[in-house]
């Protein structure tokens, strides 16, 4: 096959750059990517109960497509010692527009789901837990209309599109994302919750409690044993936050309060690996007289 690369950048219709099957390609997969791109958005906004104008996001894509065909910049040879036709060029450029037109209606999406969070009052339950079930509670109101989630429901499908912008879990996270950027405020550690942390990291908890099988630190109260250096007890508490907030119980998308509904949900407060040495100090605090009262 002929090498078509061109190697100085400048303005181009691509017809002028390629064989006359070569053009019946690209043109083959343009139309492809728009059939595939308009039923991935269908599928999409059915799922996620999204009535919008679709067919202006695809007049966008194509238009999006045409500027890359009517108007390309090959790289030059400098640039890119490996030759590649204008073909092939131009294929990738269009993936890659397809790619990037998902991503900017998925984050555009996830940009006014974040935004919703600024219209409840601060009592919302909606904005209970961890930003993580409050930005799925945020995409449940917004799409569905969800005001008080009594249930675990799954109403959102798991898609398995080939566009990974057009999924759930991409939106779940893009939601996530924006919500803690621009919007989340954690609690500050106070005496209470640094009291209610120190005893699920030490106490005895019933088998039947719903934190009994969750991660803990009693493994250092022992007989006749001393503390351990704040350093090590650091990188410890730290392992069971991140298992806590892993797989912390969870009832209605939000997680639970320890010990009970009336306690505090952890994750609401500044993540244990960014607090300030006060608060590691009272928890070592607390775990030096739990150790004393163990010896006892």
Known sequence: ???????????CSYDKLLTSEEVSEVESVKQEILRRFGEELALFCKNHNLHLDQQ??????????????S?????????????ISAKEYLIAKLFKCE??????????LANTIAYSSQKLPNNDITLKGSATSIAEKLTLRYLFGYRHYHYDLEPIPND??????????????????IYTQKYHKYRLWDKRSIALFSNYLFDDI?????????QNLRHL????SVPIEITLFKEECLECWLALCADNPIHAYTELAYPNENGVIFEEYIPLHSVNEDVWSSL???YQQKLLNFSK
């Open 206 to 214: 019933d088998e039947f409690h719903d934190f009994y099988d969750m």
């Open 221 to 224: 109260l022992k007989d006749n």
């Open 160 to 177: 398995s599109g080939y566009l990974d912008a057009l999924t759930k879990n991409y939106l779940l996270d893009r939601v996530e994302e």
């Open 56 to 69: 202006s996001v695809l007049q966008s894509l194509e238009c999006s497509i045409t500027s890359i065909l």
């Open 99 to 108: 790619k990037s037109a998902a991503d900017k209606f998925s984050r555009d």
């Open 71 to 83: 108007c390309c910049r090959l790289p030059s040879e400098k640039k890119d010692p490996l030759k």
């Open 284 to 286: 070592y605090e607390h």
């Open 1 to 11: 096959m002929p090498d078509y690369k061109v190697f100085e950048p400048f303005n």
